[in-house]
Structures are given as C-alpha cells and as structure tokens.
C-alpha cells in the first residue's frame, strides 16, 4: 500500500545550520506530496507542497523537490532558527486518502 | 475563530467508560478526516467524511470506535470500554474538495484522551 518513510529524530541543530529531513514514499498512483509542521502548543499547519514531478514547493525559506526517479521529497533550509524548532510531517496523497509519516522533532539552539 | 475547533482538548477517563470527542471543521468544508497521534507514533487515519457520501471507515482499529457527522458539519467520535492503548491525541482536519480542493488539510488542536 501507500505510505512514507521518513527520517526518526529527534534532530538538534544550531542557529544557522543547514537542515535536511528524508522522506521517501511509496505510491502506486501519481500522488500530492506535503510537508506539514507542528509547532509546540499547535495543531498541524501546511508548510508545502508539490503535487507533480520534479515540482519543488517552497515557503518561510524551506524546499523539498518532488523527486519520482528517487521517490523522495526530502525537507531542506539553508539557514535554520530557533523558531523553526517543531514536528515535521512528510504526506502523500493519492484520490483523497492522505498518509503520514511518522514525523521527526527538530530543535535548534541558539 | 475561523479554524477547526475540538473539544475536548483534554479528556481523562478510567478504562471500560465510554467517551465522546467532538470536532467542528471550518465552514464550508466538505471533507473531515480523523486521525490518532500516539506517542512516537505518525498519525493514524480512522476515519473520512466526505459531503454525504458513506464514509470511509477503513481505518478505525475496532468496532469499538464510530464516528458520525451530522449535517454534513459537526462531527462525534465515540470510542466505547475505552482501553488503556486508546490513550492518544485524536486529531481532526477538514478540507474543500473538488475543483476547490488544494490538498491542504487545516487540522485542530486535538484532544488529548488519557485512559487510566
């Protein structure tokens, strides 16, 4: 069946490191992929998304490309802050089932 | 607000009691799906409602769980001689669908339920 994989954390980095969190999915279909984050005390918030190949969604300085050869949607930031500190989501979605990934704690010190 | 609201957002109860979880999706929403977060868990689909077609119940663990949605907006899920392995955040997100849909699903805050 559908699903994703992504990398277990927790992750700590310092103020203005390079980030990268792996997602790799699994889709019969041409599915949407996401990234959504969970800030502390939040309930779950889009963060980006690309819904066909070699798409790369974008926002607050975050990228992940839509990779079909490599079934990857891996999440990067060049420069991250402490405000970024949350859960990210990987997701896919095909017709309008959604599946998640098991999500990975990011902490960044100052 | 204009968000999903759940409630409620804490919820303890003793092993073999019944309890009720309510979510009040965004306005105008057609689809609402549920969801489990269990601790270092992903999170677990139960349940989707979409417009009044039947939903999809694929998810939910055991006969235990139900859920319903009632004109189409509010919805209830009911879990019944709750167990301690039901102890999770339930989470509720609604959605447009159709030619409005963007897959962009706005979750609420969840509600923590604690089975002692």
């Known amino acids: 069946g559908d699903s994703v994989t992504q990398m277990e954390g927790p992750v700590t980095l310092s103020e203005e490191a390079f980030l990268t969190i792996n997602c790799t999915y699994t889709?019969?279909?041409?599915?949407?992929l996401f990234w959504y984050v969970q800030y502390p005390g939040e309930g779950l918030q889009l963060l980006l998304k690309a819904t066909k190949a070699d798409d790369k969604g974008s926002n607050k300085g975050f990228e992940a490309t839509y990779r079909k050869e490599t079934t990857s949607f891996h999440l990067e930031k060049g420069s991250v802050q402490v405000s970024d500190s949350a859960v990210y989501f990987c997701?896919?979605?095909?017709?309008?089932?959604?599946?998640f990934g098991t999500g990975t704690s990011l902490t960044v010190i100052p | 607000g204009a968000g999903v609201s759940q409630s409620p957002s804490n919820k303890v109860t003793e092993k073999g009691k019944d309890v009720e979880l309510r979510c009040d999706p965004i306005s105008g929403h057609t689809a609402l799906y549920w969801y489990r977060q269990s601790l270092g868990q992903g999170l677990e689909f139960l349940i989707y409602?979409?417009?009044?077609?039947?939903?999809?119940k694929s998810g939910l663990p055991s006969d235990r769980f139900s859920a319903e949605r009632t004109g189409g907006s509010v919805s209830t899920l009911t879990i019944q001689r709750t167990q301690q392995e039901d102890s999770a955040v339930y989470l509720c997100?609604?959605?447009?669908?159709?030619?409005?849909?963007?897959?962009?699903?706005?979750f609420g805050e969840g509600s923590r339920l604690t089975v002692l």
């Open positions: 889709a019969t279909g041409y599915p949407s």
């Open positions: 997701a896919l979605l095909t017709g309008n089932q959604f599946y």
């Open positions: 409602f979409q417009g009044n077609s039947a939903p999809d």
């Open positions: 997100a609604s959605s447009l669908v159709g030619g409005a849909f963007t897959g962009e699903l706005f």
